[in-house]
């Protein structure tokens, strides 16, 4: 173990001690570690903290939101600081026989080469961070593609680390990858498949942040919360959390709703089946007797029915009117009511129509208030709506003899109620 030049200014201290030369080697290295010590605290605590805070005050809103990554950054700096320092200063201040030193500073540059590698992952997190801050960003996610950057920058490291430890060169150590090529890709096959599926979903659009999707297969519906290299990540509508892989949005299908969220409207599409035995031609005083209750005229016009028209005919052109004028529908989109094919229970009578308030509880508001309205009106117009019951109907009170009473037969599903 040769003297190092630290311990040689530091020996002249020791020189009527016993055991000089070994005191002035724990001094040297104790020196050499306090120094470390005092550069890492001052680079960490005072240096770049002083920093960050000029530059904030730049763009204090933008800025001011990556506190936590530049936080992350310094402590990472002030690391690759100090083994620098540490490697720079090695032969000068730590006096250690050559076998150790060699450790020592294999270690040193192990350290320094995943710092490094660290710094520079922060690196892409805070460029990425500031690309979420753009308006665009929601539409064009590049969460897969940052991933990605990270995992080939740490296999460098990596390399770079077995080259360091073998004493060979980091060619020597990529042409052994041809060897285990197969194992590779095995291993890593879902993280490429993942990186493929992320280049297209970035370029195409597929998924976004905030974006209701539903995946059949993976019994996920709800918003998508991380789009990851790896994985997506969905919250359903019960604040359940699904988990897909990226890949098979691509590989499989899915359902998107943005472009509902981005049209005029959300879909209504709802049928009341009719009784049939219920329908029947209208007169002209059991119109009048309609009008009285409703002011057709208001929804209808009069002039274009045909003659002899039915009741279902009147409730149909009733219930488009009706539509068209309710404050909450967009009339700018498809509106229409339509007799679908008959079946076993009744004929159903279905309102197509689209909401201008595409929020869920709004929507479905809206839904009910629709059905409500033409149910109740069903009625006036002399129409029953469909149901198969089984069992007895309760008797109504004895003061509700204005409304109509139903006799029903027992498990009789395949007729109506009569009235």
Known sequence: MTNTHLQDLIAPWFEKVPDANFLSSITAASIGV????????FTRRLMLPGIQKVVTKLSPERIGLLSPLLNKLNKRIA??????????????????????????????Q????????????????IAGAIYNQLDFAREVPIQGLLQVVKLITFIVCAILIVSIVLEKSPTYILSGFGAIAAVTLLVFKDTILGFVASIQIAANRLVTYGDWIQVENYGADGEVIDLGLNTVKVRNWDNTIT???????????????????????RRIKRSLNIDMHSICLVSDEFRKQIDAAIPLHEYIRVASLPDPVSNLGLFRRYAEGYLKQHNKINTSL??????????????????????????????????AEIMDHLLAVLPVFGLRAYQSVSGQLSQP???????????????????????
Request: include cysteine; charged fraction near 15%.
């Open 34 to 41: 306090l120094s470390l010590l005092i550069v890492y605290l």
């Open 79 to 108: 690391g690759m600081l100090c083994s620098v320092l540490f490697l720079a200063t090695f032969d000068s201040v730590y006096p250690v026989n050559e076998l150790t030193a060699e450790i020592l500073k294999t270690i040193g």
């Open 110 to 125: 192990g350290i320094l080469i995943i710092h490094v590698g660290f710094i520079f992952s922060s690196i892409v997190s």
């Open 243 to 265: 988990t897909i892989p990226t890949y098979m949005l691509v590989a499989g299908s899915f359902k998107n709703w943005r472009g509902m969220q981005e049209s005029g409207g």
């Open 334 to 367: 498809t509106l229409m009511v339509r007799e679908l094919q008959p079946l076993n229970h009744g004929l159903p009578i279905e309102f197509y129509c689209f909401s201008e308030d595409k929020r869920w509880i709004s929507y479905e508001h809206l839904q």
């Open 397 to 419: 009170n004895a003061q509700q003899t204005d409304k109509p009473t139903f006799k029903v037969v027992a498990n009789s599903a395949e007729q109506g109620p009569q009235q």
